[in-house]
């Protein structure tokens, strides 16, 4: 069984950066692929980036490229989400997954086995 817990959200003005974290507890970190997620209110869960097991492969949401940059430190057993030039529509509450997983980086919701409680992030105009 993993555990993660996210931090780093906030309240942020538009253009602003922050960094998430995603830390991983009771599982091997390297044999997982790894994902963020967002909610908005009203709004369904949607995919923002996912990371492969040694992170060669970070496959993002159109909405986000060139904007946010995921990484993965295997030695910390966490994940990061760097996020520039925040915009209003940014904001939602941000999740990170796990999916243990050999080759495929999945991009679902679905296709993941283990979440974080979420953290919030606010971008004010």
């Known amino acids: 069984q993993v555990r993660l817990v996210e931090s780093g959200g906030g309240l942020v003005q538009a253009g602003d950066s922050l960094r998430l974290s995603c830390a991983a507890s009771g599982g091997t970190f390297s044999s997982y692929a790894m994902g963020w997620f967002r909610q908005a209110p009203g709004n369904e869960r949607e995919f923002v980036a996912a990371v492969s097991r040694r992170g060669g492969n970070t496959p993002y949401a159109d909405s986000v490229k060139g904007r946010f940059t995921i990484s993965r430190d295997n030695a910390k057993n966490t994940m990061y989400l760097r996020m520039n030039s925040l915009k209003p529509e940014d904001t939602a509450i941000y999740y990170c997954?796990?999916?243990?997983?050999?080759?495929?980086?999945?991009?679902?919701?679905?296709?993941?086995?283990?979440w974080g409680q979420g953290t919030q992030v606010t971008v004010s105009s």
């Open positions: 997954a796990a999916k243990q997983a050999q080759w495929v980086v999945p991009v679902k919701s679905y296709e993941y086995d283990y």
